[in-house]
T-cell receptor
Framework: GEKVEQHQSTLSVREGDSAVINCTYT??????FPWYKQEAGKSLHFVID?????DRKQSQRLTVLLDKKAKRFSLHITATQPEDSAIYFC????????????FGSGTKVIVLP | EAAVTQSPRNKVAVTGGKVTLSCNQT?????MYWYRQDTGHGLRLIHY???????EKGDIPDGYKASRPSQENFSLILELATPSQTSVYFC?????????????FGSGTRLTVL
């Protein structure tokens, strides 16, 4: 089955700088790649996604890049703010699998003043 | 607004005991999921369902059963709880579809098995 890896367990950035979180996946059939955010002590909520028919998607300060050849995707957060501090999870699912997502292990982003 | 409610929020169980975690969604989503979250592992899929009466095994189903008696309710059952099942459990719902869809998560149940 699909395996999703997040290689950074923790990422510290200065407020106002950019943060980049990288993920890799194994299943070439995967076509949907969402990102979820978990603030301290809370549940997860959706932040942004990308599908395999595009290689870039932006929503305000968030940009997702997808490299299908390398089976790699990344979340870029620009102009980081204290409220960006959280654990970010990447996920992937193949087409036809009705959104049963495989998640990465999470990256804790710490925005320092 | 999409809503997924889990109960209980916290549960302490004894080894060998039976535990039932409940999940209710008011989103009218066909698909529901149970994940567990452990440090270093992220979220791992235990069971999921495509609709009332259906349950499917996820990546780590051993030691767990699931029940979907209605569109709204999805339960996770630990017939013989073990300390290795100590974890935080999340229920989620999502639209059916082959292109991938946003999942809506409940607040989680923290289970401790002594």
């Amino acid at each position: 089955g699909e395996k999703v890896e997040q290689h950074q367990s923790t990422l510290s950035v200065r407020e106002g700088d950019s943060a980049v979180i990288n993920c890799t996946y194994t299943d070439t059939a995967s076509s949907y790649f969402p990102w979820y955010k978990q603030e301290a002590g809370k549940s997860l909520h959706f932040v942004i996604d990308i599908r395999s028919n595009v290689d870039r998607k932006q929503s305000q300060r968030l940009t997702v890049l997808l490299d299908k050849k390398a089976k790699r995707f990344s979340l870029h957060i620009t102009a980081t703010q204290p409220e960006d501090s959280a654990i970010y999870f990447c996920a992937a699912t193949p087409a036809g699998f009705a959104s049963a997502l495989t998640f990465g292990s999470g990256t804790k982003v710490i925005v320092l003043p | 607004e999409a809503a997924v409610t889990q109960s209980p929020r916290n549960k302490v169980a004894v080894t060998g005991g039976k535990v039932t975690l409940s999940c209710n969604q008011t989103n009218n989503h066909n698909n529901m999921y149970w994940y567990r979250q452990d440090t270093g592992h992220g979220l791992r899929l235990i069971h999921y369902s495509y609709g009332a009466g259906s349950t499917e095994k996820g990546d780590i189903p051993d030691g767990y059963k699931a029940s979907r008696p209605s569109q709204e309710n999805f339960s996770l059952i630990l017939e013989l709880a073990t300390p290795s099942q100590t974890s935080v459990y999340f229920c989620a719902s999502g639209d059916a579809g082959t292109g991938g869809a946003t999942l809506y998560f409940g607040s989680g149940t923290r289970l401790t098995v002594l």
